[in-house]
């Protein structure tokens, strides 16, 4: 079973260039976004992906005020340790970018708030 989560914005959403745009500038990472089309009513979906994981992530505009990330992985862990930090990085990029996530409360590890390029400092802070 993989769990989505839901991100409610105030006003429209941005648009998956001002994300990936986002991402990347608090990152570091070459994040490739990948257009996987459109459905509905004209709703965007897409991915993001970045050599060093092995993993993408999709997530889709559901309605004009709200994005959905789909299929983060579980475990028989925690969240913590089973969401790669790219996974980790787009929820807080959405969150920053002002949506409300439906999964309450969605407690941000503090290794996410570094970039990429300090990684060699996580295992100090996951502890």
Do not use: C
Not at 21 to 48: C, F, I, M, P
Not at 54 to 83: C, E, H, I
């Amino acid at each position: 079973m993989n769990i989505r989560i839901d991100f409610k914005f105030s006003s429209a959403v941005p648009s998956r260039d001002e994300i990936r745009a986002h991402l990347v500038r608090r990152t570091g990472l070459a994040v490739e976004l990948v257009d996987n089309g459109k459905w509905g009513d004209g709703y965007w979906k897409a991915s993001v992906r970045a050599p060093e994981f092995k993993r993408t992530l999709n997530f889709y505009q559901m309605a004009v005020d709200a994005v959905a990330v789909d299929d983060l992985p579980t475990s028989g862990w925690s969240t913590k340790t089973s969401w790669s930090y790219l996974e980790w990085a787009v929820l807080d990029t959405l969150r920053e970018m002002g949506g409300a996530p439906s999964w309450k409360p969605l407690t941000i590890p503090k290794y996410v708030s570094l970039p990429w390029s300090a990684r060699k400092w996580w295992w100090k802070l996951l502890g």
